[in-house]
Antibody, heavy 114, light 107 residues
Framework: EVQLQQSGPELVKPGASVKMSCKAS????????MHWVKQKPGQGLEWIGY????????KYNEKFKGKATLTSDKSSSTAYMELSSLTSEDSAVYYC???????WGQGTTLTVSS | DILMTQSPSSMSVSLGDTVSITCHAS??????IGWLQQKPGKSFKGLIY???NLEDGVPSRFSGSGSGADYSLTISSLESEDFADYYC?????????FGAGTKLELK
């Protein structure tokens, strides 16, 4: 069974960075790109970008360039997203989703607050 | 960016009804559209990909149609588990963009 297990909720201070994870199981990790999506209540869904774990190639939404960095670790079948220079606008639920956006992780809630 | 205009934003429906949700893209997307379901407080589930293809395990009462810039998700014979939020997403062009969502509520 395909599963994407995301890391737990994060409470971080403004200006800090956070790195969240998405551990894949039930399929060959390097066979599918991994997307990241932001959901902020009242503001809809935003695509952040994707990483291809096969070659670590990435594609970013221009809006998130400089904000998000996507990486992956083949040895642990885990994708990562680091968000930097956090502000309250970054408070949201972040999801990883496999190619085609058919299979999703459970989401990581990020709260940015002093 | 491709703008996805989804309608309606909400629908009050009854068990057994057939409902259709539409998405209009700001340009043709050649069926590069998916449909997602999100239940309250939960993550997303992919239902349809490439416009008409049913994801494994998704009930056949869900179907997708459309072409060009206009697409629909139809749910036949609504069941209680179908009351949720639904979103379209286009992947014809980067960045991927989403519709604003449709909430199905029990009448």
């Amino acid at each position: 069974e395909v599963q994407l297990q995301q890391s737990g909720p994060e409470l971080v201070k403004p200006g800090a960075s956070v790195k969240m994870s998405c551990k894949a199981s039930g399929y060959t990790f390097t066979s599918y790109v991994m997307h990241w999506v932001k959901q902020k209540p009242g503001q809809g869904l935003e695509w952040i970008g994707y990483i291809n774990p096969y070659n670590d190639g990435t594609k970013y939404n221009e809006k998130f360039k400089g904000k998000a960095t996507l990486t992956s670790d083949k040895s642990s079948s885990t994708a990562y997203m680091e968000l930097s220079s956090l502000t309250s606008e970054d408070s949201a639920v972040y999801y990883c989703a496999r190619k085609g956006l058919l299979r999703w992780g459970q989401g990581t809630t990020l709260t940015v607050s002093s | 960016d491709i703008l996805m205009t989804q309608s309606p934003s909400s629908m009050s429906v009854s068990l057994g009804d057939t409902v259709s949700i539409t998405c209009h893209a700001s340009q043709g997307i050649s069926s590069n559209i998916g449909w997602l379901q999100q239940k309250p407080g939960k993550s997303f589930k992919g239902l349809i990909y490439h416009g008409t293809n049913l994801e494994d395990g998704v009930p056949s009462r869900f179907s997708g149609s459309g072409s060009g810039a206009d697409y629909s998700l139809t749910i036949s014979s609504l069941e209680s588990e179908d009351f949720a939020d639904y979103y379209c997403v286009q992947y014809a062009q980067f960045p991927l963009t989403f519709g604003a969502g449709t909430k199905l509520e029990l009448k």
